[in-house]
């Protein structure tokens, strides 16, 4: 009856801090807009809120090509608030997928 109780307290411990995690991550982040500039290059502005000022997240965007190669792919470092940045390209990108900012101790791309 006493093992049973402590997994079952462990369980909720668990499930109690995964929530807080989630729902008190340490950057967030969104895309905005993306447009081609020319064949070599693609502006991708975002919107990111760093929470915890004393880390610094990395962010993540792949730009595809219309075959659905990578044609670029941008890590950075970003700022609080929003910010465009361009990606380089090998060829001509058609659509871009943002993969998020994550932050030392957050693991999942927000």
Avoid at 4 to 27: D, E, G
Avoid at 96 to 106: L, N, S
């Amino acid at each position: 009856m006493i093992g049973i109780l402590v997994i079952l307290a462990a369980l909720i411990v668990w499930t109690a801090w995964a929530f807080w995690a989630h729902v008190h991550p340490k950057v967030n982040s969104a895309m905005s807009t993306w447009k081609p500039v020319g064949q070599t290059a693609m502006k991708v502005t975002v919107d990111v809120k760093i929470y915890d000022h004393s880390v610094l997240p990395t962010c993540t965007v792949l730009v595809y090509a219309s075959d659905h190669s990578t044609v670029g792919e941008a890590v950075f470092h970003p700022i609080d608030g929003r910010q465009t940045i361009t990606v380089k390209t090998v060829r001509l990108g058609t659509s871009v997928d943002w993969i998020g900012c994550t932050a030392p101790g957050q693991n999942d791309p927000e």
